[in-house]
């Protein structure tokens, strides 16, 4: 695909389960992150992925909150235990060239959480 | 620490018209980038238009444009002939290490 692709598009799950939410970055896009939109937070950063460095996750909530990328293309958010304020939209971009100038992050539609 | 003010919460224009979203920042790095992107209520948030710190000339994109004030700390994108797919979310944001920070938003709404 041209794009960033997530899934699922929509997720509703109990409070006290677990989520797992899925990206997949732009081909041949290196840097990935992880973004959450919430309508008191507005969009905060959760965490970032460069090629094979350890990720920066100075953005996750809690630790509750989990990612891993795997072969240096898919990511995977996880959510322990979620709890209803973990509700938001969770989005995923990715970019080509990270710490140089003119850096675009391209964004995925996102996945809708809802903790019930 | 970077932060980006977006001021206008709504902003209604009539098509065909030019409309200016506002967007202040702040920072002490002397090099940045300024970002503008769109969010219709797909939910998809779509790159429009980077401004550099220092880029001597403001950017353009098609319809949009960036109004770039370096010593007012100011961002402003100016879309023109507005069409009625502009209705959106509009977000400025600047990068901050490995990281984007955005604004609160503007939404816009088009009149036919």
């Known amino acids: 695909g041209a794009g960033v692709s997530q899934s699922p598009s929509n997720k509703v799950t109990e409070k006290g389960k677990d989520v797992e939410l899925r990206c997949d970055p732009i081909?041949?896009?290196?840097?990935l992150y992880w973004y959450r939109q919430s309508l008191g937070q507005g969009l905060e950063f959760l965490i970032y992925?460069?090629?094979?460095?350890?990720?920066?996750k100075s953005g996750l909530p809690s630790d509750r909150f989990s990612a891993e990328r795997t072969g240096g293309s898919v990511s995977t958010l996880t959510i322990q235990r979620t709890q209803q304020e973990d509700s938001a939209v969770y989005l995923c971009?990715?970019?080509?060239?990270?710490?140089?100038?003119?850096?675009?992050?391209?964004f995925g539609a996102g996945t809708r959480l809802s903790v019930l | 620490a970077q932060k980006i003010t977006q001021t206008q919460p709504g902003m209604f224009v009539q098509e065909k018209e030019a409309v200016t979203l506002d967007c202040t920042y702040d920072?002490?790095?002397?090099?940045?980038?300024l970002f503008w992107y769109k969010q219709p209520s797909s939910g998809e948030m779509i790159f429009l238009i980077y401004q550099g710190s220092y880029d001597q000339q403001n950017a353009t994109e098609g319809r949009y444009s960036l109004n770039f004030q370096k010593a007012r700390k100011s961002a402003n994108l100016v879309i023109s002939a507005s069409q009625l797919g502009d209705s959106a979310m509009y977000f400025c944001?600047?990068?901050?290490?490995?990281?984007?920070?955005f604004g609160a938003g503007t939404i816009l709404r088009v009149k036919s």
């Open positions: 920072t002490s790095d002397p090099s940045y980038g």
């Open positions: 081909s041949g896009h290196t840097a």
């Open positions: 992925f460069q090629g094979n460095s350890a990720p920066d």
């Open positions: 944001a600047m990068e901050y290490g490995n990281k984007l920070v």
């Open positions: 971009a990715s970019s080509i060239s990270p710490g140089t100038k003119r850096n675009i992050q391209y």
